[in-house]
């Protein structure tokens, strides 16, 4: 079982927050082994596209693509992703921070029939910000079935988040993939506007084609939460007005298939 050893492209999207890409990327050649780093720059202005040109002079192992617009999450990843030279895939948020061992973590159960893996992220006080999703019935006008993660804000230590096991769906704020999975689902559908629900609907789609998602507790890594969004509010760039937008694409792509039970895997949110 497992893939250890095998390199890995790591795929990582920024706009703006230098601050955070940068201690990401610090932190990376200290806990990672056997891996490529390609960085799709949405068009940062703050400083960010000096640093990455400087990186990707200093280190053969990082390779940096530039846009000249916000083209937002899915399109920003299935464009690292096309561009990756090795099979085994991770997207990585720029606002998150490795800890040893997370990626050997994942490689290691990653195998045939598991279409995905996700980590445990740790708010920076090292309570739980996300370990695996599960859907819950939001009853009203329009009855659907939303994504929560679980065990949020509780310790890191509680034994039910520590549990290696298959869920309904991860963040893809750390996802571990392959190139033969994402061919086979198309990637990341470019309708979801800037950020919000297109890894949840890359998920139903891993799901759907009979392949599982397995959390695993062991992959651990530091995540800011919106560390690179919260300076958007406002703006054009500001995920937050296609929120609804996007939310309408999911349940109308996904509702049916979740009330005829495509939501039982995993456990409860806590």
Known sequence: MGIEGSPVSIVALTHNGLEVTRACFDRLPQT????????????????????????????????????????????GCNQGVRNARHEHICLLNNDTE????????????????????GAKLLYPDSTIQHAGMVFVYRPGLRPSFLPVHR??????????????????????????????????????DAGYVKAYYEDVDFNLKVRDAGMKIIYQPEATLIHREGGTTSELAGTPDDPEQHFSANELRYILRWNRKLFLGLRDVGSSPK
């Open 151 to 188: 065990f949020r804000n509780a310790p890191a230590d509680l034994p039910e988040a520590n549990v290696l096991e298959e869920v309904p769906a991860v963040t893809a704020a750390c996802l571990f993939t392959t190139k033969s999975v994402w061919k086979r689902v198309n990637g990341m």
């Open 32 to 75: 990672t082994q056997d891996y490529e780093l390609i960085v799709v720059d949405n068009a940062s202005t703050d400083g960010t596209a000096d640093y990455l040109r400087e990186l990707e002079q200093s280190d053969e192992r990082v390779r940096v693509f530039s846009n000249t617009t916000n083209r937002g999450f899915a399109v």
């Open 98 to 117: 490795p800890l040893p061992g997370w990626l050997d973590a994942m490689r290691g159960v990653l195998d045939e029939g598991v279409g995905a893996v």
